[in-house]
């Protein structure tokens, strides 16, 4: 990523033409921009998580901030040693390095907005997830793009702790 951010032509993405994965067997994201398409300013994607969902493990970005924003149904959120509870319509940042991890509340479905700005180069991951949901690459690979994606895995006994609550 460049230092400068570059001028960036607006960017509309259609409902119906909006490339959907399924990084997991109750999840599916749907990708909006990434960051070559807004001149690096930010990378957007809609995530849909089905009851259930393990959601997103523990991780971390040196680069980013990353937003969420509920548009339906209830999310919890790790943020560093705390767990928030989000409800449709809220709203919640994190700062780069800061341990985070997502799912949606037991009983519940969630669907987010998710951005990072600035914009990361994430679309190829999101792909990479979806190649290990099928079986057609291996969760070393995605230990292997830590750097390359900015997305650094870590423990956190907290969030083990409320996945178990389920």
């Known amino acids: 990523m460049s230092s400068t951010l570059r001028p960036a032509a607006p960017?509309?993405?259609?409902?119906?033409?909006?490339?959907?994965?399924q990084d997991g067997a109750l999840s599916l994201i749907t990708l909006l921009a990434d960051a070559g398409a807004t001149?690096?300013?930010?990378t957007a994607n809609r995530a849909t998580l089905s009851?259930?969902?393990?959601?997103?493990?523990?991780?971390?970005?040196?680069k980013a901030t990353e937003l969420f924003y509920v548009?339906?149904?209830r999310l919890r959120v790790l943020v560093g040693d705390e767990v928030h509870h989000?409800?449709?319509?809220?709203?919640?940042?994190?700062?780069?390095?800061?341990?985070?991890?997502?799912?949606?509340?037991?009983?519940?479905t969630a669907e987010l907005l998710v951005l990072f700005t600035p914009g990361?180069?994430?679309?190829?991951?999101?792909?990479?997830?979806?190649?290990?949901?099928r079986g057609e690459a291996s969760v070393q690979e995605i230990r292997d793009s830590?750097?390359?994606?900015?997305?650094?895995?870590?423990?956190?006994p907290v969030w083990q702790a409320e996945l178990a609550e389920r």
């Open 71 to 73: 548009l339906d149904g």
């Open 86 to 108: 989000l409800n449709q319509g809220d709203f919640l940042t994190v700062p780069p390095t800061v341990p985070h991890a997502f799912a949606p509340a037991p009983d519940s």
């Open 120 to 133: 990361l180069h994430r679309f190829d991951y999101y792909r990479l997830l979806e190649r290990v949901h």
């Open 11 to 21: 960017v509309l993405v259609r409902a119906d033409e909006a490339e959907t994965l």
């Open 39 to 42: 001149g690096e300013a930010l």
């Open 146 to 156: 830590s750097e390359l994606y900015d997305n650094h895995y870590v423990e956190s």
């Open 51 to 62: 009851k259930g969902s393990p959601g997103a493990p523990a991780h971390f970005h040196t």
